[in-house]
C-alpha cells in the first residue's frame, strides 16, 4: 500500500455497479467527489451504497430513517432550547458566562459532539476520570467541564425521549448492535475500505473492532512514518514579500501552461479565508477557472445571499440607520443621493416614525411595506414563505432564491423534529438564528464546471491521486510555519493538556495526534509529486514577520532545502517605491457659457472663494458638486454650527437698541436659533443638546462682550444683516457676474465695514488675499456693496465665532485703525492686516485678482496648487481626490513624484 497513490487503492471494480462487492466508506480528509470521481474516470458507474460515510453506514446498518438524525444546526436548537428553560439555565453558572462569547451554541455542540467520541461507553469515561484526578488532583474537573456533561446528559435524555439521534448515538446504537450480530436485512459485503487521514477516536475505533468481527476493514489512510520527497525530485522554497505576490507568481506559471496540463497541477492551501481570498482574486484577474468552482466561503463575501437578508434585518433591527442605509445601497435606489443625507440629518436612529415626512415621505411608504409583510409574531413556516415571495418579487436572481429555498425547508424541518414548527415569535428572534445558520451553512452548489480548472486542495486533505496519471507539479501556498505544532485541540470538555495526558493511554486525540495525521498527509503529497515549490511570504496580512520553514521541513525529512528570496511581484513592485506617480495636477474643461436666455454667466460668491483657495476645491466642491456624506454625531456638523451661530448673531443684533444694548440674552438668542435653524446631524438627547448648547453659549457670550466693545468704539450702525444681495458685473470673453449676500454691513461716518462671520480659527490675514489673491470672497463682498451703495468701503472684517471671538483678521487701513473713539481696528502696527496705502488702491488691485481667477475657473483652468498648502490641504473636504495626502513634500513645498 503506497502512501499517497490513494487513487490506485480505491477498488472500483469492486464497488461498481448495481450491486457493490465492496463498500467505501469516506472519512476526514478525503472527498466524497473525488472519489465519485475516481469511479467515473474510470468509466464505472455506482450506487449510493457503495460511497458513504460512517454517519450514513450506521444509519444503513440500524435501519433508522436519516431524517431522524440531527444536524449540527439542528443540535444546536436543542442546546438553546434546554438553556432556554429557566429550571435548566439556572444550574449552569459557567454556561451563562460563556454565552456571550461569539460561536457559543456552535462550539458548544462541538465540545459535546468530540466529548461523546472520546468514550464508547460511560465506565470508560469514568476510567478517564480516575486517570485524571491521579495526575492532576482533585481540581482535575472543572465547573465549566460539570456543567458541560450536566448539559450533554439532559440533551441526549431528550434526544433518546424524542425517538431522535445524532451521530454519538447513532455509532453507539449501530456498534451493539454489531455485538449482537450482522443485522440479516442488509447484505454482508465482501470488504468495507476505509479512506480518512485523521486517527479515529474511542468510540469510532469500537464501532471498527465490532465491523471487522463480521467484515474485512481496509484501512487507507497516510502514514507519518512513510512517504516523503521521493528521489530526485526537487523541492524549493520561494519567500516572496507577501503571499499576494506569491499567489501572482503561481498563477503566472499557471498562465503559461496548457489547459490540458493543469491537471499536473496542485496547490495547497491552510483554511485561512486570506490565503484563498489572494488566491482566487489572482485567478479571476487572469481568467483561470477553478475545477471546483463551489468556495466555502461564499456565504461571507457574496453580496446577493448579503443583500437577500437585509429586508429581515431593516424590519427585526426597528429601523436602524445602518440596516436602512445597508437596505437602500443593496437596491441601488436612485433616490438614495437625496434619502440618504436627509437621514443622517434627521440623525435617525431607529423607529419607522423617524422616516415620516419631508423628502423621505416615499421611502416611509416602502418602509412601512415591509413593516406590514414582515412585523409581528410568525411560525418560521409563515416568515420563509413571506421571505421567498419578496425574494421573487424584488428580482433576486434564481441561484438566491433556490438556495433560500432549501435553506428554509431545511430549518423548518429542524424546527419539525424539535416540536418547535408552530412557536410564534418576533422576526429579530428568528434572524439571530437565521444569522447563526447561515455562517455555518454550505455554499450553494456551482451549476457549471469547467472542463479544465485550477486544482485547489487544504493542506488537511489527502491526495487522492493515480500513477497512470504520472507525478504532480506542488504547490504550496501560504503554509503556516507552526502547522506541524498541532492546534489547540482542547474544547469545554476535555482541555488541550487533558487530552494529552489521556492520549498517552487511550484512543482520546490530542495534539500529538494531530501533528501525526498532518505530518502524514504532507508526505503523502510529497510522495505523488516530481517538483514541489512552497510558496511563502516574508510578511503577514497585517504587517507581522512570517517565521521561516526550514523546522518544519526538517520534520518531514527534508534537510536544507533551498531558499529562494524573491522580493516583490512585478505587479505590485512600484507601489513599494520611495515615490509614484503624482496624479493629474492640471485638469482642463470645457468653458463655461451663458445659459439660453442670459446673457451673463453667474458664479457665486462661495465659488470664487473656493476656487481663490486653490482651483480643485473650486473643480470638486462648485462645479463637479461633490460632497461629503456625513454621519450624525453627538457634535453639531461644522456647517451646522455656523448657521445656528450666525442665526444667532442676527437675533443679538437685532435686539440691539441705539445705546448698544442687546434686548436678547446670548442663551434666548440660542434657544430661537436652536428652534428656527433646526440642528441637522446632532443626535437627539438631553445631554447631548445641553451639552452643545453649553459650548455655543460660551461663544455667543464672548461675541457679545467683543461686540459692546467695538459699539462703544466705533459707534457704527447697522445697515444690513444678510439682507442685501450684491452683484458684481465683469466683462470679458464671455460676460459674467458675481453674486452674494454678505454677513453684515456696518455704517461708519467715513464710509462702509464689512464682516463675514467664521466658526474656523483658520481665517486670512490681509497680506494673504492681496499678495497671494487667497480667500476672496470678503474683497468680492467689498467691491460689490461699494458699487451697490455707491459708498466706500473703509474696512473688510472676519468676526471669528469660537473662543477666541478675534476680529482682528480682514482688511484694515491705518487712518482708520487705532484706541480712540470712532476708529474701527485696534491693530498693531505690525499686523499683516493693516495697511497704509488708500482703500481705492487696495481695492483696485483686489479687483483685477478676483478678475482673474473669475475667468480661470470660467475658462475651465484646474490646477491643484492651493494658496496656502499646510493650511488648506489638512482639512481639504477633497484632499483625498486630488492625491495631495499621499504627496511627498520637497524643500520648497512642492509636490514631488515619480
Wanted: glycine share 8%.
Amino acid at each position: 500500500m503506497d502512501n499517497g497513490w490513494f487513487a490506485d487503492e480505491v477498488p472500483v471494480s469492486e464497488a461498481s455497479g448495481l450491486r457493490p462487492r465492496a463498500w467505501i466508506c469516506v472519512g476526514s480528509g478525503f472527498s466524497r467527489e473525488d472519489i465519485k470521481s475516481v469511479f467515473l474516470g474510470a468509466g464505472r458507474g455506482f450506487t449510493a451504497e457503495a460511497v458513504t460515510s460512517l454517519p450514513d453506514l450506521a444509519i444503513r446498518l440500524t435501519g433508522l430513517a436519516a431524517d431522524r438524525v440531527l444536524t449540527g444546526s439542528a443540535r444546536q436548537e436543542v442546546l438553546r432550547m434546554l438553556l432556554a428553560n429557566r429550571r435548566v439555565a439556572s444550574r449552569f453558572e459557567e454556561l451563562k458566562r460563556l454565552r456571550r462569547q461569539v460561536s457559543f451554541f456552535r462550539r458548544l455542540d462541538l465540545a459535546i459532539q468530540a466529548g461523546r467520541m472520546s468514550f464508547a461507553h460511560a465506565s470508560e469515561e469514568e476510567v478517564y476520570l480516575e486517570r485524571l484526578h491521579e495526575r492532576v488532583g482533585p481540581e482535575a474537573i472543572r465547573p465549566v467541564q460539570r456543567e458541560i456533561r450536566m448539559l450533554a446528559d439532559a440533551y441526549e435524555a431528550w434526544v433518546r425521549g424524542s425517538g431522535l439521534w445524532d451521530p454519538p448515538l447513532l455509532i453507539r446504537e449501530a456498534s451493539e448492535l454489531l455485538d449482537r450480530g450482522w443485522p440479516e436485512a442488509i447484505s454482508r459485503p465482501e470488504a468495507i475500505h476505509v479512506f480518512s487521514a485523521q486517527t479515529e477516536e474511542s468510540l469510532e475505533k469500537a464501532f471498527w473492532e465490532a465491523l471487522s468481527r463480521h467484515v474485512p476493514v481496509i484501512r487507507h489512510s497516510p502514514d507519518a512514518t512513510r512517504g516523503g520527497v521521493p528521489d530526485g525530485a526537487k523541492l524549493t522554497i520561494e519567500r516572496w514579500h507577501t503571499l499576494d505576490d506569491a499567489a501572482e507568481r503561481f498563477c503566472d506559471e499557471l498562465q503559461k501552461a496548457s489547459p490540458e496540463s493543469w491537471k499536473h497541477h496542485a496547490v495547497l492551501i491552510p483554511d485561512y479565508p486570506g490565503v484563498r481570498r489572494s488566491l482566487t482574486q489572482a485567478l479571476m484577474r487572469r481568467g483561470l477557472p477553478l475545477a471546483e468552482p463551489r468556495d466555502p466561503g461564499r456565504l461571507r463575501w457574496d453580496e446577493a445571499i448579503k443583500s437577500a437578508v437585509i429586508p429581515l434585518s431593516v424590519v427585526g433591527r426597528d429601523f436602524e440607520r445602518r440596516e436602512v442605509l445597508k437596505w437602500l445601497a443593496s437596491r441601488g435606489s436612485p433616490e438614495r443621493t437625496v434619502w440618504i443625507p436627509e437621514i443622517n440629518a434627521r440623525a435617525i436612529r431607529q423607529g419607522l416614525k423617524a422616516y415620516v415626512g419631508g423628502g423621505l415621505a416615499p421611502l416611509h411608504v416602502e418602509l412601512s411595506a415591509l413593516q406590514t409583510r414582515f412585523s409581528g409574531r410568525k411560525t418560521l413556516a409563515e416568515l420563509s414563505r413571506l421571505h421567498l415571495e419578496h425574494l421573487n418579487e424584488a428580482g433576486s436572481p434564481s441561484s438566491v432564491t433556490s438556495f433560500f429555498e432549501s435553506f428554509w425547508n431545511e430549518f423548518c424541518s429542524d424546527l419539525e423534529l424539535l416540536g418547535m414548527a408552530e412557536r410564534r415569535a418576533p422576526l429579530l428572534y428568528w434572524l439571530e438564528r437565521l444569522k447563526a445558520r447561515l455562517a455555518e451553512s454550505t455554499p450553494p452548489v456551482e451549476r457549471s464546471k469547467p472542463e479544465h480548472g485550477v486544482r485547489i486542495f487544504r493542506l488537511q486533505q489527502a491526495p487522492l491521486e493515480a500513477r497512470a496519471t504520472g507525478p504532480l507539479r506542488l504547490w504550496i501556498l501560504g503554509l503556516p510555519p507552526d502547522w506541524l505544532g498541532g492546534d489547540s485541540t482542547g474544547d469545554f470538555w476535555w482541555s488541550a493538556r487533558e487530552r494529552e495526558l489521556l492520549a498517552s493511554e487511550f484512543s482520546v486525540r490530542s495534539s500529538v495526534q494531530s501533528v501525526s495525521d498532518r505530518t502524514g498527509t504532507l508526505k503523502a503529497w510529497f510522495t505523488v509529486a516530481s517538483e514541489v515549490t512552497i510558496l511563502d511570504g516574508e510578511f503577514e496580512f497585517d504587517g507581522r514577520e512570517r517565521e521561516s520553514l526550514v523546522a518544519l521541513l526538517r520534520v518531514l525529512g527534508v534537510q536544507e532545502p533551498p531558499v529562494l528570496t524573491m522580493g516583490c511581484h512585478a505587479r505590485r513592485l512600484s507601489s513599494y517605491g520611495a515615490t509614484r506617480p503624482v496624479p493629474p495636477q492640471e485638469i482642463r474643461l470645457a468653458p463655461l457659457q451663458p445659459k439660453t436666455g442670459d446673457a451673463r454667466v453667474e458664479l457665486t460668491a462661495t465659488t470664487l472663494d473656493r476656487f481663490s483657495r486653490c482651483a480643485f476645491q473650486g473643480l470638486a466642491l462648485q462645479r463637479w458638486r461633490l460632497w461629503d456624506v456625513d454621519d450624525p454625531d453627538v457634535e453639531l456638523w461644522p456647517n451646522v454650527r455656523g448657521n445656528i451661530l450666525h442665526h444667532a448673531v442676527k437675533l443679538l443684533l437685532r435686539s440691539r437698541d441705539e445705546e448698544g444694548r442687546f434686548g436678547l440674552l446670548p442663551g434666548e438668542a440660542l434657544d430661537r436659533a436652536w428652534r428656527e435653524k433646526s440642528p441637522k446631524g446632532l443626535f437627539r438627547g438631553r445631554r447631548v443638546e445641553n451639552y452643545v448648547k453649553v459650548q455655543l453659549r460660551e461663544v455667543l457670550e464672548k461675541f457679545c462682550a467683543k461686540e459692546s466693545e467695538f459699539f462703544e468704539r466705533a459707534r457704527t450702525r447697522t445697515l444690513s444683516l444678510e439682507d442685501l444681495k450684491v452683484r458684481l458685473d465683469c466683462e470679458g470673453p464671455v460676460p459674467f457676474s458675481i453674486i452674494g449676500e454678505p454677513d453684515r454691513i456696518e455704517e461708519h461716518r467715513d464710509g462702509l465695514l464689512i464682516s463675514d462671520y467664521k466658526t474656523s480659527s483658520a481665517v486670512p490675514n490681509g497680506t494673504e488675499m492681496l499678495d497671494l489673491g487667497y480667500r476672496l470672497q470678503l474683497p468680492f463682498y467689498a467691491l460689490a456693496v461699494k458699487r451697490t451703495l455707491k459708498k466706500p468701503v473703509i474696512g473688510i472684517q472676519f468676526i471669528e465665532l469660537n473662543r477666541k471671538a478675534g476680529r482682528n483678521n480682514g482688511i484694515f487701513f491705518s487712518r482708520f485703525n487705532g484706541k480712540e473713539a470712532g476708529k474701527i481696528s485696534t491693530l498693531r502696527s505690525n499686523s499683516k492686516s493693516l495697511f497704509t496705502a488708500e482703500p481705492d488702491e487696495v481695492w483696485s488691485r483686489l479687483e483685477e485678482e478676483i478678475t482673474k481667477q473669475a475667468l480661470r475657473y470660467l475658462e475651465g483652468r484646474f490646477e491643484v496648487r492651493p494658496k496656502k498648502r499646510e493650511k488648506e490641504c489638512r482639512a481639504c473636504p477633497v484632499a483625498d481626490l486630488c492625491g495631495a495626502k499621499r504627496l511627498v513634500q520637497q524643500n520648497d513645498g512642492e509636490p514631488e513624484g515619480a
